[in-house]
């Protein structure tokens, strides 16, 4: 009787430390407890929420420049509260959002940085402010397939979707009952889904501020994220049991009755951070105390 070994392209993906000279050094994370990711990455640049006194600031660190940062390498330091979230456009690489306490939404355009290893001064005025929030701004995500579109989301319970180039806002998503978690465009940037500490999953149509989808989501007290998976009609979800076990949910986004599939992971405080490579269909997801899982969801 012979053998067969199916072959997959899944068989072995697996993750591998970087060595330390291509890691990162001597940075000041900021502390804040709000439930976003601090880091963020673009083909170019590494953004760092940033552990600043006498206001709020984040750094970005060219991705070739590793090793050890210098003590005086410059801020982006424009909002007077903590840095809670930041996000790089799109359709180009030098510019990043940012969102703070102060109730401010950011654009700023990224300088390029000096190889001959001379100072530069912190970035202080920032290209565009936007006003409308009227609490603490906790995630800002740009549109996948629109240029010059951001969507914001607050503590007074809204997402915002505005138009940078203009500096205005277009669109008020509202209908969250309690702090909006984490929120995710779809493929094409018509929806947006968000969880909800009502634990509550909606999917808004982004345009006309409707929710075409709601539904009950992890029951834990504990945060939750949500990631849409590539431009399939499905999303996974994170969160907490109300035994406080870690799960991850995928979900058909147009059904929210009941998940398709549940998975119960393990017993631990820290929040699983969902990422989708839509490219080979992968699923990494990511969390304190747990080594990463690679998980394979769909077709």
Not at 77 to 93: E, I, K, Q, R, Y
Not at 155 to 184: C, M, N, P, V
Not at 223 to 233: E, I, K, P, T
Request: hydrophobic share 35%; net charge positive; glycine share 8%.
């Amino acid at each position: 009787m012979s053998r067969f070994v199916r072959q997959s392209k899944y068989r072995h993906v697996f993750g591998k430390s970087s060595k330390r000279d291509q890691c990162y050094d001597n940075l000041r994370i900021s502390p804040n407890a709000w439930d976003s990711n601090i880091v963020k990455t673009n083909p170019l640049f590494l953004s760092v929420n940033w552990n600043a006194g006498g206001g709020g600031a984040f750094v970005v660190i060219p991705l070739e420049k590793t090793g050890k940062l210098s003590k005086n390498f410059p801020l982006f330091s424009g909002h007077s509260g903590p840095v809670l979230d930041t996000d790089f456009a799109n359709f180009n690489d030098h510019v990043i959002a940012s969102a703070s306490e102060d109730g401010k939404v950011m654009i700023w355009n990224i300088p390029e940085f000096s190889t001959e290893g001379e100072e530069v001064e912190n970035l202080e005025t920032a290209a565009v402010t936007l006003h409308g929030h009227n609490k603490k701004v906790g995630g800002v995500l740009f549109h996948p397939t629109a240029d010059n579109v951001l969507a914001s989301s607050s503590a007074d319970l809204t997402i915002k979707l505005w138009d940078i180039e203009s500096g205005k806002q277009r669109q008020e998503l509202t209908g969250h009952g309690d702090l909006i978690q984490s929120f995710t465009w779809n493929w094409n940037g018509n929806l947006i889904a968000s969880t909800c500490r009502d634990k509550k999953i909606r999917i808004f149509d982004a345009r006309s501020n409707k929710i075409v989808q709601e539904g009950n989501g992890h029951q834990g007290i504990k945060g939750s994220r949500v990631a849409w998976l590539g431009n399939s009609d499905r999303m996974v979800t994170t969160g907490f049991s109300r035994s406080s076990d870690r799960q991850i949910n995928v979900w058909n986004t147009g059904d929210l009755s009941k998940p398709v599939k549940k998975m119960d992971v393990d017993t631990s405080s820290g929040i699983l951070m969902p990422f989708f490579d839509s490219d080979v269909k992968i699923l990494y997801v990511a969390g304190k105390r747990w080594k990463y899982k690679i998980l394979r969801i769909c077709q």
